[in-house]
């Protein structure tokens, strides 16, 4: 685990951690969540934040995290107006919390109280055994126990489709449960809706080391889910991602470094300067 800083409030730079989840309309499930964040994290030692992103919630998701902030310095709010009457969706919420992040790593969860926040600091040691950059949770060990098969057939289709469309070789992408570099958060292209289902794939093709751990699925704890399921919802639209996914790719382009050219007349200059301090006492 990466060396601890002392104050989890610290700005830019001196957080370790940033914890980021969207929220909508999870009242009845902010404090449990907030507590076992906290619960997970504050024995590591690591300087910490947790940015909860409420997306145009009808309820009173805003409220109840407001109510928590006082002593939680490490507690954050940021909440999103509606967009064409409801929510903006997951990726956008994403979006405007790694923006917003400070934290050196950026770990991804639901609010729904599936995920559990105990499995984040098994997987920033996993992270720096590896030496990836990126830890993917996989869920399907637990799923199979307590999933619908319908739901068990969609990921395996899904899963089908997204490794012929995109060679994604990813197990779960549809598990929030994640984490990255920070870089790895501002590179992405989330202003697109639907990206959120194709971060470990966009990570893997801006180059950067991807790897799974398998982690805890629970039952919501509450309430219902807000970002929509079935064939409709989801299928339909993740299949016509894959393709959009698919020519972005095709289309992106990553130039080496770059070198700048700068007058000889300039590079002496910087050269004299450097064996001036180096012979200074």
């Known amino acids: 685990m990466m060396p601890p800083s002392n104050d989890a409030s610290r700005s830019h730079d001196a957080i370790d951690l940033t914890v980021v989840a969207p929220a909508r309309d999870e009242a009845d499930n902010v404090d449990l969540l907030v507590e076992q964040v906290h619960a997970a994290l504050a024995p590591t030692g690591l300087a910490f934040e947790f940015l909860i992103i409420d997306d145009a919630s009808t309820d009173a998701t805003a409220d109840r995290v407001r109510a928590l902030m006082p002593g939680r310095p490490w507690l954050r709010l940021i909440s999103l107006p509606p967009f064409n009457g409801g929510g903006n969706g ?3 919420a994403f979006k405007v919390g790694f923006a917003a992040a400070r934290g050196r790593l950026i770990g991804v969860l639901d609010a729904d109280l599936q995920n559990d926040p105990a499995d984040l600091p098994r997987m920033i040691d996993h992270m720096h055994a590896s030496g ?5 949770g996989d869920r399907s060990a637990a799923r199979r126990a307590g999933d619908a098969w319908i739901r068990l057939v969609g990921s395996v289709v899904g899963r089908v489709f997204r490794r012929m469309i995109l ?15 920070r870089e790895i958060a501002l590179a992405l292209p989330l202003e697109f809706k639907g990206m959120h289902r194709f971060i470990p794939v966009t990570a893997r093709r801006l180059g950067y080391t991807v790897v799974e751990m398998p982690v805890a699925h629970r039952p919501r704890h509450a309430g219902e889910p807000k970002y929509g399921m079935g064939i409709s919802q989801r299928a ?4 016509i991602d894959c393709f959009a996914v ?3 790719s095709a289309r992106r382009r990553m130039p080496g470094p770059p070198v700048e ?21």
Request: charged share 25%; proline share 6%; with cysteine.
């Open 90 to 92: 997951q990726s956008a």
């Open 132 to 136: 990836a950059d990126f830890v993917q």
């Open 167 to 181: 060679g994604d070789s990813i197990r779960d992408t549809g598990c929030s449960l994640r984490l990255m570099k």
């Open 236 to 239: 339909i639209p993740g299949l």
């Open 246 to 248: 698919r020519w972005m």
């Open 261 to 281: 050219h700068r007058p000889e007349s300039a590079l002496n200059a910087e050269r004299s300067d450097r064996v001036t301090q180096e012979a200074a006492p």
